[in-house]
Every structure is written in structure tokens, then in C-alpha cells.
């Protein structure tokens, strides 16, 4: 692996030809805009680019993807966006795991598994990345990026919100605005409206949040039965992993999601100073200081023991 920065992974880029673009398993907006803006940059070049993704594309995604699902080419070269472990690629990962030729990613937890890596952690979310990247592109900013990139930095930010957000953040934001595109409207869209089955769900969740160690600590459990009952696919789940944090006096918010698989996906949501990627590298995952997840085995019982014997150190 050879680290780069983004005149030196510009430049690769604009060397190659036939890209397939890898988003990271459970697709949310900050991968799914990165692969969109890249992609548009990349045929806005000249050059021959599609996104494949190793899960659906959520239905309030799916617009920014119209066009770029589809390959009538040789694929030539593989660049994965906000992918940091190629775990994180499901069933592509047998397909392209060795042949990642440039990842650009914003987690310091990153493997290093890909060829190239140009990598900034201090980026609030990789879509920052991908602004700076088609600058060295010399890319004609449109409003079909502006789009996709605003929506990555609002929802890794949760709208401008978490931690995570710092001026440059707002720099970026602003640049995007001037573009044309409708900020507000995409907000709404993201983070003011919610389906029933999504309010089912969370009702669901909320009858089960429970509390440990004094309270700092909240989890919610996310079963296939609940899921079924309220009616909620993938598409639903967008932001869930916040809940249990909006609780006051919780420092670590835990979200604990069932998967098809028989296994359990981890979120973990903190607050300064706790670690939620340190918490979460123990478990064998990684991600960011203040959100970060791993993937357990079952049954449930067992993973909670196992989740709150590594959580309990940090208080």
C-alpha cells in the first residue's frame, strides 16, 4: 500500500481508463455520494465509470445513482470510496478485494488494504474528500455533485450537528450551495420526514432502550421479528444508530441490529472523551472517535455480555 495525496491519486486517475466504483456494504450517503460525484467527474473527463454497491442503494440515495449502475465496458480499474476494511465490500469483496487500486477514505481506522490509499481522517466525511480530489481533477463543478457531495457531508454530520463538523465542513457546504443546489430541500428530504414503518420501528426500539452504568450507557436492539412487524426495510434505517445518544446523561449510545445472517452489526454513538473506535477495535471493528461499529456473533445474550464488559472500561 502507498499512501498519496490528491494531486498524486488526481493524477493516477487521470491515467486510467474503465473505473468501477466500490461502495461499502449498508450504503449510506456519505459512500454512495462519494461514488456518485466521482463517478460524474470521472465521465465528465471522458472516462468510462459505474458504481456497484454489495447491497441496495436506499431509496432516498437512489436519485443521486440514476445512470451510474450500469457497465457496457471492460473494468480496468477499481477505486473503493469510504470503504475502510474491504470486509465492508460483502460479496464483492471475493470480486475486487485484491484489486482496489485507490481507496479514498476519511477512516483512521483504514486497513491499507488497497493498492493506493489517499486518505484524510481529519475530513468530517469522505465526500470532503472527493470535493478536494475533483478539484485536482480539474472538474467543472454541477449541480449533479454539488448534490451528491451535500448529501455525504450532512448525513455523516447528521445535518451539521455532530462532533464531527468543523469549518471546513461549512467551507465545503457553502462552495456547494453556490453551486445552485436546493440545501434546504435536501435536508427535509434527509432528516424531516420519516415513513410509518420507520416510526413503528422506532416506537419498537424505544419500549426496549435500556440503560447501564448509572445510566451513561444506553442500548436499543434491533431484531429481524421487530423489523418485519413495523414493515421497515433498509431504506428506513438511515440515522438509526443516533437514537440511543439523544438520551441526556448518555455518553455511549449502543445500537445493536440483527442482521439476516444470524449475526449482529454494532453501532456505537459517544461524546467527548470517549473513544467509540477504540471501544469498537477491541470487538474487532474500527471507524471514527465518535462513531464506530463491529460485527458480533450471536446469540444475543453473548454479545451483550461481550459489549458490556469492553464498554464498562471506559467509565
Keep these: 500500500m502507498v ?24 450504503p449510506d450517503g456519505d459512500t454512495i455520494g462519494s461514488a456518485a460525484a466521482l463517478c460524474e467527474g470521472l465521465r465528465q473527463l471522458g472516462k468510462r465509470a ?107 454530520t447528521g445535518c451539521f450537528q455532530y462532533a464531527n463538523t468543523t469549518p471546513q465542513t461549512h467551507r465545503i457546504a457553502a462552495d456547494l450551495m453556490e453551486a445552485g443546489i436546493p440545501a434546504g430541500e435536501i435536508n427535509r428530504v434527509l432528516f424531516g420526514i420519516k415513513t410509518r414503518a420507520r416510526i413503528e420501528l422506532e416506537r419498537r426500539i424505544l419500549d426496549g432502550m435500556r440503560f447501564f452504568f448509572d445510566g451513561q450507557c444506553a442500548v436499543v436492539t434491533i431484531t429481524k421479528q421487530m423489523r418485519a412487524e413495523s414493515g421497515c426495510d433498509d431504506s428506513d434505517m438511515d440515522g438509526i444508530s443516533s437514537l440511543a445518544r439523544t438520551v441526556e446523561g448518555v455518553r455511549v449510545g449502543v445500537t445493536v441490529r440483527e442482521r439476516s445472517d444470524g449475526r449482529f452489526k454494532i453501532s456505537l454513538r459517544t461524546v467527548e472523551p470517549i473513544d467509540a473506535s477504540a471501544i469498537c477495535k477491541e470487538l474487532g471493528g474500527g471507524g471514527h472517535v465518535r462513531a464506530a461499529g463491529c460485527e458480533l456473533d450471536g446469540p444475543i445474550e453473548a454479545v451483550m455480555e461481550r459489549l458490556l464488559s469492553v464498554i464498562e472500561g471506559v467509565f
Excluded at 437512489?62 to 476494511?85: H, K, M, N, Y
Design 3 to 26: 499512501q498519496v495525496d490528491f494531486e498524486t491519486a488526481a493524477a493516477f486517475l487521470k491515467e486510467q481508463e474503465g473505473f468501477v466504483l466500490l461502495c461499502h456494504a449498508f
Design 50 to 156: 459505474y458504481i456497484r454497491c454489495p447491497h441496495d442503494i436506499p431509496k432516498k440515495f437512489a436519485p443521486l445513482t440514476e445512470g451510474f449502475l450500469s457497465c457496457d465496458f471492460p473494468e480496468e480499474t477499481v477505486v473503493a470510496v469510504d470503504v475502510a476494511d474491504r470486509k465492508l465490500l460483502g460479496h464483492l469483496d471475493e470480486i475486487y478485494g485484491e484489486r482496489v487500486d485507490l481507496c479514498v477514505d476519511h477512516h483512521p481506522s483504514n486497513t491499507g488494504y488497497a493498492k493506493r490509499l489517499c486518505l484524510n481522517a481529519d475530513a468530517a466525511a469522505n465526500c470532503e474528500n472527493i470535493f478536494h480530489l475533483l478539484r485536482a481533477l480539474g472538474v467543472r463543478m454541477t449541480s449533479t455533485i454539488a448534490t451528491a457531495l451535500f448529501v455525504g457531508l450532512s448525513t455523516d
